[in-house]
């Protein structure tokens, strides 16, 4: 009976609701070490009980049916990402900058964000941060035209491996949290990063709007990235060729502009191929039908 409910539930639906699930537990159990606990918790309940009102109704059009597929599932991860503040340091306090660092140094001989100054102009900076933005719209923008399309079952796919590979980074922060370059080795940079007040202003929101999140390992924008472009391709290959220009862009723009070690950007690699193989793995046990 239990198997039988589940499988009128779409992955993406599950996935929300178990990871979901995951972090109120992870916050009760070091409630005591967490900064504000009870807000994380009434955040998450909060968000488990609007899902499975969600999965209740069951809507398959107009606003409540945008609001489950586009719109509930960005509120959900910005939320879930705002508590990472308080949630990964309550956790596990032991930063592993360090340890990225070193590994950067071992296989390059030097510190790449140091090294990308020889390439720092105004507008490489700005080209750069906006293409580092686009991480933000590249899978709302994949979403959106599935939908127009018709496609939801190709939509439904697509969501549940956006959201497993943004909730699977969200554990890697936790487990390897790290603060970044633009944190940690900003002392060694011999000359800040040269923008124009457009790239100013993208990265001082950028700042506001994540705040420090020890989010640096593994990189999410390339696991992200790298995720949509793979739906693309499965789905909507004209998509693909468009997104593909700013995904290379911003790829390059998370070290440039000293969000992330290189490390962090193979870590984002390995954890795309993962989100693959897990996601996969799931839809072959699931036998929902949308």
Not at 1 to 6: C, D, E, I, P, S
Not at 234 to 254: C, D, G
Request: glycine share 6%.
């Amino acid at each position: 009976m239990y198997r039988k409910y589940l499988d009128t539930i779409r992955p993406a639906d599950l996935t929300n609701l178990f990871f979901i699930g995951l972090f109120t537990l992870l916050t009760l159990f070091f409630y005591d070490s967490i900064e504000s606990p009870d807000r994380l918790l009434i955040t998450y309940f909060s968000l488990m009980l609007l899902q499975v009102l969600l999965i209740k109704l069951n809507p398959s059009g107009g606003l409540t049916g945008l609001f489950r597929d586009v719109i509930f599932p960005v509120i959900s991860i910005f939320l879930v990402f705002d508590t990472m503040t308080e949630l990964i340091p309550g956790i596990n306090p032991h930063d592993i900058d360090y340890i990225l660092i070193r590994m950067d140094f071992t296989l390059f001989g030097t510190y790449p964000t140091v090294w990308l100054e020889r390439f720092n102009s105004p507008v490489l900076t700005d080209i750069l941060q906006i293409s580092y933005t686009s991480y933000y719209f590249l899978p709302i923008i994949l979403g959106i035209v599935l939908k127009l399309k018709g496609r939801n079952k190709e939509f439904d796919t697509g969501l549940f491996f956006i959201l497993l590979c943004f909730y699977l980074s969200y554990v890697g922060y936790i487990l390897f949290p790290a603060l970044g370059p633009r944190y940690v080795i900003d002392h060694l940079q011999t000359k800040p990063l040269e923008g124009n007040a457009l790239s100013e202003w993208i990265y001082n929101t950028l700042n506001r709007i994540e705040g420090i999140k020890r989010d640096a390992f593994p990189s999410g924008h390339t696991a992200i990235t790298l995720t949509v472009l793979h739906m693309a391709y499965r789905y909507e290959k004209r998509v693909l060729w468009i997104f593909l220009p700013p995904a290379i862009m911003l790829i390059i723009a998370t070290v440039y502009c000293r969000y992330h070690y290189v490390v962090d950007v193979i870590g984002g690699v390995i954890l795309y191929v993962i989100t693959l193989i897990l996601g996969n793995y799931i839809l072959s046990k699931s036998t929902y039908k949308s």
